[in-house]
Nanobody
Framework: QVQLVESGGGLVQPGGSLRLSCVGS??????????MGWFRQAPGKERQFVAGISRMGLSTSYSDEVKGRFTISRDNERNKVFLLMDSLKPEDTAVYFC???????????????WGHGTQVTVSS
C-alpha cells in the first residue's frame, strides 16, 4: 500500500510563492519505483493534472497553465516530492493532490495512489 500526505498549502497573495511537499510511506513503498505527480481541483471543476516527474527525476511534464511558473522535484532518499509554485494567480486556487503512478510520469490516467490534498488560496 501507498500513503501520501501533502503539506505546505495556505493563503498567498497574487504574485507570491508557495512550496508544497508530499511524503510517501507504506509497508512496501519505495518512492524510486513510482512516477510522482501533482493534480489540483478547483471548486466546481474537475481534477486536472499539474505536473509529473519520472522515477529518478530526470524528466518532468507540466500543464500549459503552470509551465514556466511551477517546478516539480523529488528526493527519493527522503520519500518526498515537491511542487514549487511561483508567480501565483487567483486561478491557481484549488486543492492540490499528490499522486503516484506505476506508469509514466506524463500518463495522467495512470496515477492511482492519492493523498488527501492541501488547500492553496491565492487572494489579496
Amino acid at each position: 500500500q501507498v500513503q501520501l500526505v501533502e503539506s505546505g498549502g495556505g493563503l498567498v497573495q497574487p504574485g507570491g510563492s508557495l512550496r508544497l511537499s508530499c511524503v510517501g510511506s507504506g509497508r512496501t513503498f519505495k518512492m524510486g519505483d513510482l512516477a510522482m505527480g501533482w493534480f489540483r481541483q478547483a471548486p466546481g471543476k474537475e481534477r486536472q493534472f499539474v505536473a509529473g516527474i519520472s522515477r529518478m527525476g530526470l524528466s518532468t511534464s507540466y500543464s500549459d497553465e503552470v509551465k514556466g511558473r511551477f517546478t516539480i522535484s523529488r528526493d527519493n532518499e527522503r520519500n518526498k516530492v515537491f511542487l514549487l509554485m511561483d508567480s501565483l494567480k487567483p486561478e491557481d486556487t484549488a486543492v492540490y493532490f499528490c499522486s503516484a503512478s506505476q506508469g509514466l510520469w506524463y500518463e495522467e490516467m495512470a496515477y492511482e495512489f492519492w493523498g488527501h490534498g492541501t488547500q492553496v488560496t491565492v487572494s489579496s
